[in-house]
């Protein structure tokens, strides 16, 4: 029998940012990533969006700030961002927030892959 596809989600990078600075050994780890790496939810990604993590992640101030976010931390959540995503190569311009422009990127992924959450 064929298994139920799981919901999809679109992560902005404030929530990814979380998930790569928690410490490594897994002590403390959001319900989301979680349910990630338990198949319960695919992310859904495109190359803007990990274009923006990637710039994120490397940032020396913020690795200089957040002690658990070593490169190799950093490179390793890349990974399983794409391990764990629904990749979109095309993704429309359907919708635009104008309070929000930087984020309309998110809401035109979220709407390309029928995301159920927008996070």
Do not use: C
């Amino acid at each position: 029998m064929r298994q139920p596809t799981p919901p999809r989600a679109v992560y902005d990078a404030m929530v990814m940012l979380q998930w790569a600075a928690l410490p490594a050994d897994g002590s403390r780890q959001h319900a989301t990533v979680t349910a990630l790496t338990l198949g319960r939810l695919r992310l859904a990604m495109n190359q803007t969006l990990l274009t923006e993590l990637r710039d994120l992640f490397f940032r020396p101030e913020l690795q200089a700030r957040l002690p658990s976010l070593t490169p190799e931390r950093a490179a390793l959540i890349l990974q399983k961002s794409i391990e764990f995503a629904d990749w979109f190569d095309r993704v429309p311009a359907r919708f635009s927030l104008p309070d929000h422009p930087k984020d309309n990127h998110l809401f035109n992924l979220a709407i390309a892959a029928r995301a159920t959450y927008l996070v």
